[in-house]
């Protein structure tokens, strides 16, 4: 399903490098579910955003389905992001300004969906949120601040799901409430999912595990 190839970043840091990810390389299946544990500074975060096409690798190479997307330009990478990718953040991204319902439907609008209301609902009502949908972020919870943002990423239902953090700015029961619900949305629509977390606990609920430290993948389990 995707592929990581060699990936590293070094960048410059007050005239000397500075290495953040050194020689990454794995490969995930369609419908996997896989964790990247890491101490905060181990490189992450960086390595999630290059698998998304957000930042750019000094070295290697990311192929999404046998696409490799920095051989794509910047416009490309972004239609791409928007036919085959969801996105999690750990402080949801949430447009304060929309409804639940709106800001579930924006991705579907930009893309040229129709009947967006109708699928934004749909998916809101799974999460839980169909008694939400008018209300906007800054009344909402933290859980269900995250909720909007995993149906948000879920509706444009894309083959590949990444999550940094998704859990980190919650308490640990909404925590477990929003994996359970995340993992559940990855069985049932076999969308991959790989998700950035320093919580051992969560991590064990995947599929798999990967580790990072100071930029180097050190075990694959």
């Keep these: 399903m995707i592929s990581v ?4 970043k070094v960048v410059g840091e007050a005239g000397s490098p500075l290495a953040i990810l050194r020689d990454i390389d794995f490969s995930v299946n369609a419908g ?23 930042d750019t690798p000094t070295e290697g190479q990311v192929s999404l ?11 490309q990478r972004a239609a791409w992001r928007g036919q085959k990718l969801g996105f999690v953040f750990q402080n949801f991204q ?38 939400r949908l008018k209300h906007f972020p800054k009344v909402l919870s933290g859980g269900e601040q995250q909720r909007v943002a995993l149906a948000r990423a879920f509706v444009v239902q894309p083959q590949l799901l990444l999550a940094d953090e998704p859990t980190g700015s919650l308490d640990a029961q909404t925590g477990e409430s929003i994996m359970d619900l ?20 969560l991590a064990l609920r995947c599929d798999r595990t990967l580790t990072l430290q100071a930029g180097q993948l050190i075990s694959q389990g």
Excluded: Y
């Design 65 to 75: 389905a046998g696409q490799k997307i920095f051989e794509m330009t910047e416009d």
């Design 94 to 131: 949430l447009m304060g300004h929309l409804t639940a319902l709106e800001n579930v439907m924006l991705p579907l609008e930009l893309s040229g969906v129709k009947d967006a209301a109708k699928l934004a609902k749909e998916i809101l009502s799974q999460v839980g949120l169909a008694e």
């Design 5 to 8: 190839s060699h990936v590293s």
């Design 182 to 201: 995340m993992l559940s949305m990855n069985q049932a629509r076999g969308t991959t999912l790989i998700l950035v977390t320093h919580d051992h606990k």
């Design 32 to 54: 996997e579910s896989v964790a990247i544990l890491g101490a905060s500074g181990s490189g992450k975060s960086t390595l999630l955003s290059i698998m998304a096409g957000l």
